[in-house]
Each structure stands twice: as structure tokens, then as C-alpha cells.
């Protein structure tokens, strides 16, 4: 029996979601009433009771925590069709803050209810518990990301996950389908904003990426990674 005091993760993908939630559960989260949350608004706040998990029917939410120096730093992104939320209910309380990045329309689903439907539902289990297994060791990487690599290699490894998280073809692009401040780039990879500038320039002037302030980023996915590969570039570290 699967027990409420789990902490079971998070969903990431829309194939992963309507995977695990077909039938009824699913039918439920997109018919039921939803709430809008306007962007830069709190979804919930950090310490606010563990209840309930979240089904994005629109928008775009960032998880986030606050570093020992008061910045902001993104754990994690979420786009429509994603459920969130579902973190600590161990202890009873949020571990992080959900924030709009855009206008949203959001579903709450009372935790017992998700827990319901996994306990009745053996495949949705299975396909939970494998994607749960997938964002711990997405999270384990992004660790050592953090840990050992140059600012510029955590630039390029965060832009390489948000073009397969959110990119689409564009000729020999990939788009984003988000549009990505600077300051959002800096709060996901430990680094101030002004650094985060400099090195966008650079990969702009290597032809690796463009953006402009309306379009947003257009990425080569190729280039980024061969310039991962490069020892003598992804060894440049801008403090």
C-alpha cells in the first residue's frame, strides 16, 4: 500500500502525464474548474501546508528556494501539463515556492485523491515510481553541475535541457517556446546576471546561439554540445 507520507516526486512531461493519468483521474484534472494565477504570483510560499498537488493546464511555473545570501534560485521549471507540487508531503509543508512565470490556469488536487488513483491504478504506479527515478537522477546532475563546472559549462548544459525541455525546430534552430530572462538563466545556474550577459555575447559571437528581446532565445543544439566537448572552452570559468 502506498502510504501518504511518500515524497514521490514530480511529473515533467506532458507524454509522461497523460501516460500515467489516463482515464478518469485525467478527465477530472482537465474538466474541473481551474484558478488563474497572473504571472510573477505565488502558486503557493515556502512553508505553506503540504495539502494538495498541481495540474498546469497553461502557463509556465518555476520552483524555487532561496540561497544563504538572499538570491533566488530556480530548482525547476513546469509547462502545461505537468503536475507539481507533490514535494515533502512528508513533512507537511512546502520545501520550496511555485511562482507564475506567465498568466497560468492551474487545477489543485487534494493529495489523498492523487494517492487514490496510484493505489487503483498498478501500470500509473510503475510509470510514476520511473519517472520519479528519472528526476532524481536529473537532479543528481544537475548537482554536480553546480558543484564542479565552469559558470560558462552550466550556462550551456542548462540552455542544452531547456532546448529538449522546451525547444522546437526552426530550420537549423532549436526555439524556445518560453521566453527566458537573463535573470532567469543566472537564478538557474548560481551566477549573477551581469555574468550571465557576458557569456550569452560570447556564445552569440561563436554563432552558437541568438536572441532577441521579443523572440527570445534560438539555440544550435549541435554547437552546444561540441562546445561542451571542447576542454579548452568549457574549462572558461567568469566568477
Not at 493519468?21 to 502558486?43: E, S
Amino acid at each position: 500500500m502506498i502510504h501518504t507520507a511518500m515524497n514521490l516526486g514530480d511529473h515533467r512531461h506532458c507524454t509522461a502525464l497523460s501516460s500515467c493519468f489516463r482515464g478518469k483521474l485525467c478527465d477530472q484534472l482537465m474538466n474541473r474548474p481551474g484558478r488563474p494565477v497572473a504571472k510573477g504570483q505565488p502558486v503557493y510560499g515556502l512553508g505553506d501546508p503540504a495539502q494538495s498537488v498541481f495540474f498546469l493546464r497553461q502557463g509556465l511555473v518555476k520552483l524555487t528556494s532561496m540561497t544563504e545570501d538572499g538570491r533566488e534560485s530556480i530548482l525547476r521549471l513546469h509547462q502545461a501539463g505537468d503536475v507539481f507540487g507533490d514535494l515533502c508531503h512528508c513533512t507537511g509543508e512546502r520545501r520550496e515556492q511555485a511562482i507564475a512565470m506567465e498568466d497560468c490556469d492551474i487545477v489543485e488536487l487534494n493529495f489523498d485523491e492523487f494517492i487514490a488513483h496510484l493505489q487503483g491504478n498498478r501500470p500509473a504506479f510503475l510509470l510514476f515510481l520511473s519517472n520519479v527515478a528519472r528526476q532524481l537522477s536529473s537532479a543528481y546532475e544537475q548537482i554536480q553541475t553546480l558543484s564542479f563546472s565552469s559558470t560558462m559549462e552550466r550556462l550551456v548544459r542548462t540552455l542544452t535541457r531547456l532546448a529538449d525541455e522546451f525547444g522546437v525546430p526552426e530550420g537549423e534552430w532549436i526555439k524556445l517556446t518560453h521566453y527566458f530572462r537573463q535573470d532567469d538563466l543566472a537564478q538557474m545556474i548560481g551566477a549573477r546576471r551581469e555574468v550571465v550577459s557576458t557569456l550569452l555575447n560570447q556564445l552569440r559571437d561563436e554563432g552558437l546561439i541568438t536572441y532577441a528581446r521579443k523572440d527570445g532565445l534560438l539555440l544550435r543544439r549541435a554547437g552546444l554540445d561540441g562546445y561542451l566537448l571542447s576542454p579548452e572552452k568549457s574549462s572558461a570559468s567568469l566568477k
